[in-house]
């Protein structure tokens, strides 16, 4: 059996970055069977066998009813998993060390790495691990991610060294009696007796009869047995850090933080941080888009143009060209640029305070502030968007939250309004689309708020302290993220490609043009051609723009469109529609139904605001 | 000295707004509970006079102890009466409004009873109400800046399992770092900083540290 090992932790913690210094390159995304959580998993070798590294999603406990927690559950209790690795932040150690204490219940072989080690020290805190380990049981490692200390030793130590952990967390007495009794009734073991008293597992009976005996000592204790084991944790995590923790103290300056939290300037601060970071892909995406275009156009398309081949091999072969160069054309110039921005927003710890002043706003259209992290992130693109949506509580969130992305206009639909309404009719009116969009949004959310109304929950976000990005660490999360979306996106994009490449050359593209030509002629004042360019759009964003180039036969639009016409074309390209790779991703998260409903919204939207403007302005 | 009068069912709306709508506007509430300005004054003027209201530091009402007990009784027999029409087939809309009229004359033993008949959702699935109802304290949003509190209870309902993994835990010290316009509240807790939603924030329950 290969050896398998996961790494599991609270977010933010370095796990992510630890994982990559285990694994480097041939990281894949996938689901754990069962489930449709990604899981990223890399391979790596230590004394020459092949090791899997899986990294567990963040979270901050394991008996947390959500989704994600249950992955995290499976992945700990699956007998296929050799080693876990529990990764601790040395400046957050005590509240590390109650999701540690959850795992340690498992049972599994286990070994801890206390990382960031270099930043506690320069806040003035130690981690006396020897002393961690004999009180955990465990091998405990001290490494800094950042620096690459210690990680080396990480591999050895879990393959030789990992055992079951030790430490035991003393509960109240009731609860202790309540878990003996429930075990020994039922034949199961402490954790399961444990968790059956918070209400989690899957054997009715034992759930009853847990239930039961939580509602007396509910009663008891005037707390939830699930309060009390709760507060247990949290006091023996607590003991264990009062012994191995010492820390001088080193307080932090507020003032800036005062700042951005403030109505008044973070608001404003908050508004001009989305634009700049739009304005900056605009223009960073424009310059180097062209050279990659142009690069494949030149390395890739115009060879394949030249190969005397069969029509449809050809066909075939040149639409797999076009992905690839869109493909390119799009994830580096636009989307990492953008990822790289969104790293840093990130990584100074902005989001969580745009997150709280956006609550207010964002609770209009019943959201909650965090609701505005997957929001920005469809600029970059919808896809990892609407994964993002994941963090939010309820179904329903999620649901309006995913109406709300797949109208934000990703990075594809960019290079349409930039090439088509900033080139050709003005930079302010390419503005204005984006300004049609946000209102189109605004109202969207309002109206979902009204229709399908539900309880809200409220937020509750870890602030982690403002500080300095580093580029290195910056640049590697961007890198991560753009290989996630190559991954995800670019398989879609290449079959998408082919099929429409076929599509056209056995002739369907001429008949849906015709048959649509007096949806696109009479409603939206188009030319017939341009119905097939929408129409590639589904595809791929910008393909709509670049499939109108081809059928008007010319690079200026101008001479062939009206302003009017460019700019309707453009703002029901972005509306109309989200992409194939979007719709299946929302089919994935939400279902068929969510997916189809939200396809058919943005179909009537797109066409119905591009009517009006034909009919208002045509 | 003022004798002290149950409260009106009127009262006992307004009381109930406050729990579910913390640091909700006048204009709001007076929207919501269907009031005029002035009808609405008197009757906060009237829970203040029979110690159901108090007024912070800036000047806005906020729920007494005894406030918070009527509040979290009435907003229970809501949820558990409207719990019952909507399983009786009832739109959710209809059966809100036959709640809030119920809501005030049905005794506590009788939402008892219908409670453990109806097998109502599970916690995590249901907004707020109160065990621990018995608990001291003020929620957090009660509290200013700089203030170190006691956390004494988390009502078991929302956000309540994050909180609790979080470390906000009965007999947790916290300190209140910063209150945001929009009345959300960043704690110190465990060497973390964590911010929670007003809706949060009210679920917590604190007294100032001795």
Known sequence: MPL???LVGNPGVGKSLIFNHLTGVGVEIGNYPGSSVDLLSGRSCFQRERIEVLDLPGVYSLEDGAETEALVRRVIDDDAVTALVAVLDATRLERNLYLLLQVAEYGRPMTAVVNMVDEAARRGIAVDTERLAALLGIPVLATSAATGQGIDRILPTAVLEARAATVEVPYDHHVEAAVHSLARTFGVDRRIAL??????????????????????????????????????????????????????GVGVGAALDRLLTRTVPGVPILVGVLMAMLLVVFLVG???EEYIVRAFEFGLLNPIAALDLHP???EVLRAVGLALQSGFGIAFPYIFTFYVLLALLEDSGYMSRAAFLADRAMHRMGLHGEAIIPLVIGFGCNVPALMGTRLLATRRERIIAAFLITMVPCSARTVVISGIVASFVSLAAAFSIYLVVLVLIVLTGLILSRVAPGPQFGMVLEMPQLRRPRPDMVLLKSWLRIKEFLYIAMPLLLVSSVVLGLLGYYGAIAAFQAAFAPVSEGLLGLPDYASTALLFGILRKEMAFETLVVLAGTASLDTVMT????????????LFVPCISTVAVLRRELGSRVAALITLYTVGLGLGIGALIHFVAG | MIMTEPATDREEDLLEALLEAPGIDRAALAARLELEPEALARLEDRAVVHGRLERDGRGEFRLSPEGHRIARRIARHHRTLACFFEQLGMAREAANREACTLEHGVSDEAIARLADHLHCPAPCERPCEGSGEEAEGHPLLDYGEGERVCITAVRPCGRYRRLMDMGVVPGEEVVVRRRLSNHAVVIEVKGCEIGLSPECAATVLATPCP
């Open chain 1, 195 to 248: 968790q059956a008293l918070q209400g989690l597992g899957d054997d009715p009976d034992l759930l009853d009869a847990a239930g039961a005996v939580g509602e007396e000592i509910g009663r008891r204790h005037r707390m939830s047995a699930g309060q009390i084991i709760t507060t247990n944790r949290h006091n023996h995590a607590g003991t264990i850090a009062d012994e191995v923790v010492r820390s001088a």
């Open chain 1, 312 to 314: 449809l091999a050809k």
């Open chain 1, 286 to 288: 424009g310059v180097l």
């Open chain 1, 4 to 6: 398998k090992i996961a």
């Open chain 1, 563 to 574: 302003g009017i016409q460019l700019y309707i074309f453009a703002i029901v390209s972005t």
